[in-house]
């Protein structure tokens, strides 16, 4: 069952850019989450936003939550080419106890 | 240091074959997952524990086969039944399993049946 879907499937930038990348979902969520996934690596949890909340910061990153449209968008700012690698959106259902993935988006940092 | 581990990094079988991948956390997490990852897709839940001595099937439970006998340990064993073992195995847990927060990954088993 896929409750995240990831927007757009690849993205290529170059470096120092800014790059977007969306997720929506279906059913209604506690939380929403992001992760990161460099080549052939375990993820790493990048942030987490909650129902109540509408954006979030950290670093160079900011997510956005919109409930009502059930999407949210991750934006890093001024790209490094540390940054490329797969993101992927987490979501849990209201009453689940478990997170579904969505299938990523796989960022490329041109130098 | 803690953290998740999962050995072997890499694994090779013969089909036909069970195999048992390890997964240790000393995290004092509650929870524990494994999903299953194909080139290019998503993760999706193959099985999770949210306590000792319980686990509950995921998505895509076939064919695979987990135990939660301790805390700190959840292998999963992928048996001749699964009809299309070879993939990259990612273990998880998280501090409490009911509705979860972030999820603590390990660094991945890729397993190739040939």
């Known amino acids: 069952s896929q409750q995240g879907e990831e927007d757009p499937q690849a993205l290529s930038i170059q470096e120092g850019e800014n790059a977007t990348m969306n997720c929506s979902y279906k059913t209604s969520i506690n939380n929403l989450q992001w992760y990161r996934q460099n080549s052939g690596r375990g993820l790493v949890h990048l942030i987490l936003?909650?129902?109540?909340?509408r954006e979030k910061h950290s670093g160079r990153l900011r997510v956005t939550l919109d409930t009502s449209k059930k999407s949210s968008s991750l934006l890093i700012t001024a790209s490094r080419a540390a940054d490329t690698a797969s993101y992927f959106c987490?979501?849990?259902?209201?009453?689940?106890?478990?997170?579904?993935f969505g299938s990523g988006t796989r960022l490329s940092i041109r130098p | 240091d803690g953290g998740i581990t999962q050995s072997p990094k890499y694994l090779f079988r013969k089909e036909g074959q069970n195999v048992t991948l390890s997964c240790e956390q000393n995290l004092n997490h509650d929870a524990m997952y494994w999903y299953r990852q194909d080139p290019g897709q998503g993760l999706r839940l193959i099985y999770y524990?949210?306590?000792?001595?319980?686990?509950q099937k995921g998505d895509i439970a076939e064919g695979y086969s987990v135990s939660r006998e301790k805390k700190e340990s959840f292998p999963l064993t992928v048996t001749s039944a699964q009809k299309n073992p070879t993939a990259f195995y990612l273990c998880a847990s998280s501090i409490r399993g009911s509705r979860p927060d972030e999820q603590y990954f390990g660094p991945g088993t890729r397993l190739t049946v040939t």
């Open positions: 524990s949210q306590i000792v001595n319980d686990f």
């Open positions: 936003i909650r129902s109540n909340e």
């Open positions: 987490a979501t849990d259902a209201s009453s689940a106890s478990k997170i579904i």
